[in-house]
């Protein structure tokens, strides 16, 4: 017969029974901050939505994911006087739920997952639900920035655009792919294989034209490749094969411009709808160079859409093209939206994930790089930065000194920080691009380069003395 075990002296049953009862006390959260908060749980095939604990016998409940579904989940929620809602932003899922949400006059917070994980207990859609009900209710979640309704069918094709641009980018190196199989080396003697002599004589060739002193006819004026080089490039080995998928990739990229061509007509439609306070036209710039629209930009007066945005002319800051603007105006909006968005240029650079993330803990600092956020803009902001390597400005050399200080992308990333702030100040104080303004030494950065000129010297053992101020 087994003897029951006594109880170890280390672990009294007071202690132990003392711990189990505070174990089973739940946490409590303060529900104040949104009385009439709701949490929604968002999935493929069904919504779980939880409501305050005292509004209702039953909480929660499952709706399907079909429109129908949604409907009744609105109704469900303005029934019980919910005036805002949290859910996650899994997927597209939960685009038409906002929607619906948004048009009922219902304040919906779309929060970031990783902001909402750490749920305790069992994982699961009811769990996650009053989670987010909870969180919500206590004020502890972070809405998500979203355009507003005007800009949405904007930023909506301004995306689709680059996906079918990248698309005939692939065309495009199919294209030359083939070529170089055949031995057509068309892309050693012309600049761009989609240019206008790459593009009659790749025509001609899938027409069935095979003399090499024909094709070189077809070549632009402005094309500056000696003739020699030319028809040497255009020897090559016509077999059926690299013909016929040729062709093909040819086609899809014909059809791929047809797309993006009918898609900026769209755009320029969408964009004279967007109500904003300037109407005059964009003052014409120093050179041709400054308003020029790039290969892959919009076809379409996007100097005048961003003059009308904005207010001022972006053109004059460094780096800030065509592409630029387009992604700018489609992902934020006008001035008045901008601004209501962002309180200031620190918001704007911690938006787009360009400004590092201090975590500091006992004083020291933990991690202080940037977060990884799938911006478009933040992109477009880097590629504006990269493109000033050669730049003589104050932009051009902040950039070099970043990257020989940083590293290569790091110096980008730091270079795109300093471009997205001075963009939000243009923006913000109505006022043309001054490099002198941007690129003012403040007092605190003063006194730290005279402290390191004192440290040097007082190492090579010399003292520095000011001169007297001038007169």
């Known amino acids: 017969m087994n003897k029951p075990k006594k109880p170890s002296a280390s672990k009294p049953k007071g202690r132990r029974k003392k711990a189990a009862a505070i174990a089973n006390v739940p946490a409590a959260i303060n529900p104040r901050h949104h009385p009439d908060a709701a949490g929604i749980d968002v999935g493929a095939e069904e919504f779980v939505a939880a409501l305050p604990p005292d509004r209702s016998e039953q909480t929660v409940r499952t709706f399907p994911s079909y429109t129908s579904g949604v409907e009744a989940l609105r109704d469900w929620l303005l029934e019980h006087g919910i005036k805002t809602a949290a859910l996650e932003s899994t997927g597209n899922y939960w685009i038409m739920l906002y929607d619906k949400l948004t048009a009922a006059g219902i304040d919906v917070y779309l929060v970031n997952a990783r902001h909402v994980k750490g ?94 002193h024909a094709l070189a006819k077809l070549r632009d004026r402005r094309c500056k490749s000696p003739l020699q080089d030319i028809l040497e490039a255009l020897n090559g080995d016509y077999r059926a094969e690299y013909l016929f998928v040729l062709r093909q990739a040819w086609e899809s990229w014909q059809q791929v411009q047809k797309a993006i061509a009918a898609c900026d007509e769209q755009l320029a439609a969408l964009v004279g709808k967007v109500e904003s306070q300037v109407q005059t036209t964009v003052p014409a710039a120093p050179t041709k160079q400054q308003h020029r629209l790039a290969k892959n930009s919009p076809n379409m007066s996007i100097f005048q859409a961003g003059w009308r945005f904005y207010g001022v002319d972006l053109s004059d800051i460094p780096g800030v093209s065509a592409g630029l603007i387009s992604t700018l105006v489609s992902e ?118 005279h402290r390191r000129l004192q440290e040097e010297a007082a190492k090579l053992g010399f003292a520095l003395t000011p001169l007297p101020a001038a007169a």
């Not at 001609?204 to 034209?209: F, N, P, Q, R, S």
Request: glycine share 8%; hydrophobic share 40%.
């Open 119 to 212: 749920v305790p207990g069992k994982k699961t859609d009811v769990c996650d639900s009053q989670w987010l009900q909870q969180l919500h209710a206590a004020g502890l979640l972070r809405k998500s920035f979203r355009p507003a309704l005007e800009i949405v069918p904007l930023r909506y094709l301004m995306r689709h655009r680059a996906e079918m641009v990248e698309h005939a980018a692939t065309q495009l190196h199919l294209m030359q792919k083939v070529l170089t199989e055949m031995n057509l080396k068309l892309h050693h003697v012309f600049s761009d294989i989609d240019g206008v002599s790459a593009q009659a004589i790749i025509s001609a060739i899938l027409a069935g034209e095979r003399d090499a």
């Open 332 to 449: 934020v909006g006008t001035r008045e939206q901008m601004l209501s968005a962002f309180c200031s240029a620190g918001a704007f650079a911690s938006w787009l994930g360009l400004c590092p993330d201090n975590r500091v803990s006992g004083g020291k600092v933990l991690k202080a790089r940037t977060r990884k956020v799938p911006s478009r803009l933040a992109r477009a902001m880097r590629l504006a930065a990269f493109g000033l390597q050669r730049s003589a400005d104050p932009m051009g050399q902040m950039l070099r000194r970043f990257k020989g200080k940083l590293g290569k992308a790091e110096g980008t990333t730091a270079t795109a920080h300093k471009l997205a702030r001075v963009i939000y100040g243009v923006i913000k104080s109505q006022r043309r691009y001054d490099e002198k303004e941007a690129f003012k030494v403040s007092p605190q950065k003063l006194a730290r380069r």
